[in-house]
């Protein structure tokens, strides 16, 4: 791996492992434009998920950090150009497209090393979130922001309608561990593009892909001082000051519906307008006809591939009873041939779990699907030649109860529960039982069946025959508790504005 960034921690902190290419990222955060620690001085450990060793500090901010962060921005977006200047954001944001483009492989190796996820599978990592960043900068460029609707009939008479497009104010954004780079730019560009401040909160266990992130901001682009915030911590309650804080206006939130539910909560006192992307539990139906020796392989794939640590991964897998037995013989074949293993090899499609507890989350809830019947074909532990790093086997939960934890729960690691049904209604009834309704698949060789399912299932976004439904340009978001609002394309950019309705003469 070469890496053009020089490999020492930019403040104090181990330098590069070159032996596996770990290497621990920024320190510091950013507030009010400042690039600095906590008060106390106090810091708080990263672990590599690959070999259990720690690896680097960050800072541990404080209520009282946030408060400041959150002053810098209020003052930012009340009393600097930002709000208003719309060619000097985009200015801004393509530097920052051009000076992540020029770290990116500094933040691939930040991203592995804190997350653990296969070097092999850091496109959607690393190169996407890039790619967002250019697209969000010239997306709010050409937005009209002022928009003539014509002559109305009025109260009185008839007046002329103008919409006016403004950026909501300051912007909370708390993001969660498994896909932090992305996570970080996605709740964040297109806030500040919109003409938001924003505070971001990273999460505790991937915390470099925040402060990198505020570093260079700081260092290789014009943004101004309180702009952009970064303040990391190793406590819940710094993210929950966010939420609660009247100076902020909008929450944007992508992690747990637990959390989610805290965040609502602290924000209803001041009425804050949130966009929240939550957990998900969702369903693969796969029908009759469909080319299962195709559609299964990829769905094994998906579900190991970041360690089950995906929201939209479909972690039901619907079989028709007619072909049942076929089926499992193609997902045990395909869990058991995934290479589980060290992420820094570049033939590993499976790393480790994010840390211990997570896997031991994991481990519980195939124990508990276990005592309540379900069939384990494969897997189900520890891999016995990776004694070291959190790795857990690829696994297969079949005959699973729909009502149970394992199909209502959210694991978050790499298994799939298969449940097996009659009629095309009974997969619908299956797939949409459930609290979640974040994402799902059908597979069918007949596409218009497919479609036709896919129309049924009451989910945010739905992927017909391996056509994925997820980019930059298309809205994507949850139903029912997985989720309020879109992001990405146009509805993704409008959840950071207000609207403002003019009536007047014309
Ligand atoms: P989490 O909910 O535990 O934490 C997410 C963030 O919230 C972290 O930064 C954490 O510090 C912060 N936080 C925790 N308690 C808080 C509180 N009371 N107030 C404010 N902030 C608080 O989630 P996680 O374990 O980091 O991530 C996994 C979850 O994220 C899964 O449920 C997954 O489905 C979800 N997720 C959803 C999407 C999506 O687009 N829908 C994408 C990725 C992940």
Same mark, same amino acid.
């Given at each position: 791996m070469?890496?053009t ?8 902190g +181990?330098?590069a492992?070159a032996?596996?290419?770990?290497l621990?990222?920024e ?5 009010d ?8 001085g *106090?810091?708080?450990?990263?672990v590599?998920?690959?070999n259990?060793q720690? @690896?680097?500090?960050?800072t541990d901010?404080t ?7 959150? &002053?810098a921005a209020r003052? %930012?977006?009340?009393?600097g150009?930002?709000a208003?200047d719309v ?8 530097q920052l497209h051009?000076a992540?483009?020029?770290h990116?492989?500094?933040l691939r190796?930040?991203?592995?090393s804190e997350?653990?996820?296969?070097v092999? =599978?850091?496109?959607s990592?690393v190169e996407?979130?890039i790619?967002e960043?250019r ?18 009939k009025?109260?009185m ?5 103008t919409?006016q497009?403004? +950026?909501?104010?300051v =912007?909370g954004?708390i993001?969660?561990?498994n896909? /932090?780079l992305?996570l ?7 806030a ?7 505070v971001l ?5 991937t915390?470099w892909?925040g ?12 943004i ?12 819940n309650?710094?993210g %929950?000051a966010?939420?609660?804080d009247?100076?902020?206006?909008m929450v944007?939130?992508?992690?747990s519906?637990?959390?989610g539910r %805290?965040i ?5 006192p ?7 992307e939550l957990?998900g ?6 029908l009759?006809?469909?080319k ?5 392989p990829?769905?094994a794939?998906?579900?190991? =591939?970041m360690?089950?640590?995906a929201?939209?991964m *479909?972690s039901?897998i619907?079989l /028709? ?8 013989? @193609? ?15 570049p033939?590993v499609?499976?790393g480790?779990?994010?840390s211990?507890t ?6 519980g809830?195939?124990a508990s699907g276990?005592?309540s ?6 897997g189900?532990g520890? +891999?016995?030649?990776? /004694?070291v ?6 696994t297969?939960?079949a005959?699973v109860d729909?009502d ?5 729960e959210?694991?978050?690691g790499?298994?799939?529960? =298969? ?9 619908v ?7 979640y309704?974040?994402?799902?698949e059908?597979?069918?060789?007949? +596409?218009?069946?497919a479609?036709?399912i896919a129309?049924?299932l009451?989910t945010g976004?739905?992927?017909v ?5 997820? &980019?930059?340009?298309? /809205?994507?978001g949850?139903?029912k508790?997985s989720g ?10 409008r959840e950071?504005?207000e ?7 014309g």
């Amino acid at each position: 791996m070469t890496d053009t960034d020089t490999d020492t921690q930019t403040d104090t902190g +181990p330098a590069a492992d070159a032996g596996t290419g770990i290497l621990a990222g920024e320190q510091r955060m950013l507030i009010d434009g400042e690039l600095r620690h906590t008060g106390s001085g *106090a810091l708080f450990d990263v672990v590599h998920p690959g070999n259990e060793q720690v @690896i680097g500090q960050a800072t541990d901010g404080t209520v009282a950090d946030m408060e400041q962060a959150i &002053g810098a921005a209020r003052r %930012a977006f009340d009393t600097g150009r930002w709000a208003t200047d719309v060619e000097f954001r985009h200015h801004c944001l393509m530097q920052l497209h051009a000076a992540l483009d020029r770290h990116k492989e500094r933040l691939r190796r930040i991203v592995v090393s804190e997350v653990g996820c296969p070097v092999s =599978v850091t496109g959607s990592q690393v190169e996407d979130p890039i790619d967002e960043v250019r697209h969000w900068a010239q997306y709010g460029l050409d937005f009209a922001y002022l928009q003539d609707t014509g002559v109305h009939k009025a109260v009185m008479g008839t007046a002329r309608r103008t919409l006016q497009f403004d +950026p909501v104010g300051v =912007v909370g954004a708390i993001t969660p561990w498994n896909v /932090p780079l992305y996570l970080n730019i996605a709740e964040s560009t297109p806030a500040l593009m919109a003409g938001n401040t924003v505070v971001l909160k990273p999460a505790q266990l991937t915390p470099w892909s925040g402060t990198e992130l505020g570093r260079i901001v700081a260092e290789e682009t014009d943004i101004p001082a309180g702009v952009f915030n970064v303040v990391c911590s190793n406590a819940n309650e710094v993210g %929950a000051a966010l939420s609660a804080d009247p100076r902020v206006d909008m929450v944007t939130f992508t992690g747990s519906t637990a959390t989610g539910r %805290a965040i609502l909560a602290a924000a209803a006192p001041t009425v804050k307008k949130t966009m929240m992307e939550l957990g998900g539990k969702s369903a693969h139906v796969v029908l009759d006809d469909a080319k299962l020796e195709k559609c299964l392989p990829m769905a094994a794939m998906v579900a190991c =591939v970041m360690s089950g640590q995906a929201c939209i991964m *479909a972690s039901r897998i619907l079989l /028709p009873r007619s072909r049942y037995d076929e089926g499992i013989d @193609i997902l045990r074949a395909a869990m058991e041939a995934t290479p589980v293993g060290d992420p820094w090899d570049p033939g590993v499609m499976q790393g480790p779990q994010i840390s211990e507890t997570q896997r031991q989350k994991v481990l519980g809830l195939v124990a508990s699907g276990i005592e309540s019947g379900a069939r384990l074909v494969t897997g189900g532990g520890i +891999p016995e030649n990776l /004694p070291v790093g959190y790795f857990t086997q690829p696994t297969l939960l079949a005959d699973v109860d729909p009502d149970s934890r394992i199909a209502q729960e959210e694991i978050f690691g790499p298994v799939l529960t =298969v449940i097996p049904y009659d009629t095309d209604d009974e997969a619908v009834a299956i797939a949409n039982n459930s609290i979640y309704g974040l994402s799902g698949e059908v597979s069918s060789a007949d +596409p218009d069946r497919a479609f036709g399912i896919a129309r049924r299932l009451r989910t945010g976004n739905v992927t017909v025959n391996g056509r994925s439904h997820f &980019g930059i340009t298309s /809205p994507f978001g949850g139903t029912k508790q997985s989720g309020l609002g879109r992001r990405n394309g146009d509805e993704g950019f409008r959840e950071y504005l207000e609207l403002k309705t003019i009536g007047h003469p014309g």
